[in-house]
Protein backbone atom coordinates (compact mmCIF):
# COMPACT_ATOMS: atom_id res chain seq x y z
CA UNK A 1 0.00 0.00 0.00
CA UNK A 2 1.23 3.20 -1.03
CA UNK A 3 1.86 5.57 1.85
CA UNK A 4 -0.90 7.78 0.19
CA UNK A 5 -3.33 5.01 0.57
CA UNK A 6 -2.16 4.98 4.02
CA UNK A 7 -2.34 8.38 4.81
CA UNK A 8 -6.01 8.34 3.30
CA UNK A 9 -6.78 5.23 5.22
CA UNK A 10 -6.01 7.10 8.55
CA UNK A 11 -8.10 10.61 7.08
CA UNK A 12 -11.00 7.91 6.69
CA UNK A 13 -10.71 7.12 10.30
CA UNK A 14 -11.24 10.99 11.16
CA UNK A 15 -14.02 12.04 7.77
CA UNK A 16 -17.14 11.21 10.08
CA UNK A 17 -15.93 13.87 13.10
CA UNK A 18 -15.12 16.57 10.26
CA UNK A 19 -18.06 16.21 7.83
CA UNK A 20 -20.62 15.87 11.06
CA UNK A 21 -19.82 19.92 10.99
CA UNK A 22 -19.62 20.52 7.64
CA UNK A 23 -16.10 19.92 6.43
CA UNK A 24 -13.67 17.50 5.18
CA UNK A 25 -9.63 17.46 4.61
CA UNK A 26 -8.02 16.22 1.10
CA UNK A 27 -4.01 15.62 0.56
CA UNK A 28 -2.40 18.05 -1.50
CA UNK A 29 0.85 16.34 -1.48
CA UNK A 30 3.43 14.01 0.37
CA UNK A 31 6.67 15.62 0.01
CA UNK A 32 9.74 13.52 -0.31
CA UNK A 33 10.31 14.26 3.37
CA UNK A 34 7.33 12.58 4.07
CA UNK A 35 4.79 15.77 4.81
CA UNK A 36 1.81 15.73 4.40
CA UNK A 37 0.30 18.74 3.32
CA UNK A 38 -3.51 19.11 3.81
CA UNK A 39 -6.15 21.17 2.29
CA UNK A 40 -9.02 21.82 4.97
CA UNK A 41 -12.13 21.38 3.38
CA UNK A 42 -16.20 23.04 3.57
CA UNK A 43 -16.48 24.33 7.07
CA UNK A 44 -12.87 23.16 8.47
CA UNK A 45 -11.82 25.69 6.16
CA UNK A 46 -13.02 29.01 8.04
CA UNK A 47 -12.95 27.17 11.47
CA UNK A 48 -11.07 29.38 14.09
CA UNK A 49 -11.12 26.05 15.67
CA UNK A 50 -9.58 24.47 12.86
CA UNK A 51 -5.93 24.47 14.75
CA UNK A 52 -7.43 22.09 17.08
CA UNK A 53 -9.12 19.87 14.93
CA UNK A 54 -5.47 19.47 12.97
CA UNK A 55 -3.05 18.87 15.95
CA UNK A 56 -5.46 17.33 17.92
CA UNK A 57 -7.22 15.02 15.44
CA UNK A 58 -5.87 14.86 11.97
CA UNK A 59 -2.36 14.89 13.12
CA UNK A 60 -2.46 12.32 15.61
CA UNK A 61 -4.73 10.05 13.48
CA UNK A 62 -1.91 10.04 10.72
CA UNK A 63 0.73 9.81 13.44
CA UNK A 64 -0.61 6.55 14.58
CA UNK A 65 -1.50 4.71 11.21
CA UNK A 66 1.55 5.88 9.69
CA UNK A 67 4.41 6.27 11.37
CA UNK A 68 7.41 7.36 8.41
CA UNK A 69 5.38 10.54 8.23
CA UNK A 70 7.79 13.09 9.87
CA UNK A 71 5.01 16.36 9.81
CA UNK A 72 1.51 17.45 8.67
CA UNK A 73 0.51 20.80 7.46
CA UNK A 74 -2.41 22.52 6.71
CA UNK A 75 -2.43 25.11 3.43
CA UNK A 76 -4.71 27.14 4.45
CA UNK A 77 -5.21 26.91 8.10
CA UNK A 78 -7.46 29.68 9.33
CA UNK A 79 -5.85 31.90 12.63
CA UNK A 80 -7.94 31.65 15.86
CA UNK A 81 -8.15 35.06 15.77
CA UNK A 82 -9.06 35.98 11.88
CA UNK A 83 -12.01 38.22 12.23
CA UNK A 84 -13.50 36.11 9.04
CA UNK A 85 -13.53 32.91 10.75
CA UNK A 86 -16.57 31.32 10.78
CA UNK A 87 -17.37 28.43 13.46
CA UNK A 88 -20.00 25.53 12.16
CA UNK A 89 -23.04 26.18 13.00
CA UNK A 90 -23.78 23.06 15.37
CA UNK A 91 -20.05 24.66 17.41
CA UNK A 92 -21.88 27.50 18.33
Not at 26 to 48: A, F, H, M, Q, Y
Request: with cysteine; charged share 25%.
Amino acid sequence: MSLNDQVEAALDTIRPYLEADGGNVSIEEITPENVVKLRLLGSCGSCPMSIMTLKAGIEQAIKKAVPEITAIEAINLTDIDDPNAVLPENLR
